[in-house]
């Protein structure tokens, strides 16, 4: 009985990559200690979070002991499904809060665009493997027009900020794939040049996002009050923190979305900056994992979606407490692994298992 069990035990933890895992766990755990602050010790967000990180496990563990090889082949189809949702998304959505993000299917109701988050690199990140031996600037091009079509129809909806990640997310794979500095200096200058058609374009409220960042006094009682509440909370913290559970801006309602986008603010009021070191390091330990399994994967399809992987976890971190902290646009990122939130924390968690089916798997090839 002692045998099976260590042999059950052994298959079932053959693909999970230990430090990945310890980082990720430590980050789960701060998570649940803010969260439980945060929602003025509401059991019930606890309870939601644990089913929600029950489901995210799972999915994790399925998907590090999938090999990337089986991944890669739904990775064009699962392009194709998302954008084809998209489409429909565009057409026949519904609205919610103004924006047109979410497709009724009767039984549940979607939101493509966390589908598109995983699809679009497993779809570039195909397309390149499958010219690695003879990449030109067309290939480049044409994955170009692969990430812009989804990106487009994401901020039609509008979601400015899930269109910003998106993008974020395609041009780590073309420039892992090995863009030349020449044409990225080139795109970012045409990038540069494009602002104003940009702000053309903009809606109203995304306009007055920008002119928040650079004043949120203008408007203290409306677009300027997350802002100007978030960095309050931020300060107050000082070096120490006012201690858990203790934070004045949380528990006395001044800070909106205060377990969702956020989450940070709370955690540095009552932590200070003492603890912000503390949790930038648990993020740095995760992305300096999974780049490390990047540098170490053995085919170009899993190099290029480890990478995207753990720079795009790098760039929701980045942008949540940016924006938290003012120096960025409020884009209603949620903080990853720390925020409440169900959809956003499976897809994390699926990015996560996949890393490890990298690593894992690679070994197991070695030996």
Not at 251 to 259: A, C, G, S, V
Request: proline share 4%.
């Amino acid at each position: 009985m002692q045998n099976a069990i260590e042999t059950v035990w052994r298959r079932g933890t053959a693909h999970v990559d230990v430090p990945l895992l310890i980082a990720v766990m430590l980050l789960v755990i701060v998570g649940m200690v803010t969260l439980y602050s945060a929602s003025n010790q509401s059991l019930d967000r606890l309870e939601g979070k644990l089913f929600n990180l029950g489901v995210a496990f799972a999915v994790m563990w399925i998907a590090a002991n999938t090999p990337l090889s089986r991944v890669m082949r739904f990775a064009l189809p699962a392009y194709a499904t998302a954008l084809v949702l998209l489409v429909a998304v565009a057409l026949v959505g519904d609205v919610r809060n103004g924006a047109r993000r979410w497709l009724d299917l009767g039984v549940i109701s979607i939101q493509p665009s966390e589908l598109m988050k995983i699809a679009l690199p497993l779809a570039l990140a195909w397309y390149f493997d499958r010219y690695e031996s003879s990449l030109k600037l067309s290939n480049f091009a044409i994955a170009t027009i692969l990430f812009i079509l989804p990106v487009g129809l994401i901020a039609k909806q509008p979601d400015l900020g899930t269109a910003l990640l998106l993008s974020a997310s395609g041009c780590y794979v073309l420039f892992l794939a090995g863009l030349s500095w020449k044409v990225i200096i080139g795109l970012g200058a045409a990038a540069l040049a494009a602002l104003p058609v940009l702000w053309s374009v903009m809606h109203d409220y995304q306009r007055m996002r920008v002119r928040i960042l650079i004043d949120p006094a203008q408007d203290p009682l409306g677009a300027g009050y997350h802002t100007i509440q978030s960095t309050i909370a931020v300060g107050s913290g000082g070096w120490f923190g006012k201690g858990w559970l203790q934070g004045t801006q949380a528990h006395l309602d001044f800070l909106p979305e205060r377990t969702t986008d956020f989450i940070f603010a709370v955690y540095s009021e009552e932590f200070g900056l003492v603890g912000n070191a503390i949790l930038l390091v648990l993020f740095l330990l995760v992305i300096a994992r999974g780049l490390v399994i990047t540098v170490n994967a053995p085919t170009m399809f899993s190099r290029l979606v480890a990478g995207s992987i753990t720079m795009t976890f790098f760039t929701y971190a980045f942008v949540n407490m940016g924006m938290v902290s003012g120096i960025l646009p409020v884009v209603g990122v949620p903080l990853p692994l720390i925020s409440y939130g169900g959809t956003a924390l499976v897809s994390v968690f699926f990015g996560f298992g996949m890393l490890m089916s990298i690593s894992t798997h690679r070994k197991l090839i070695r030996s």
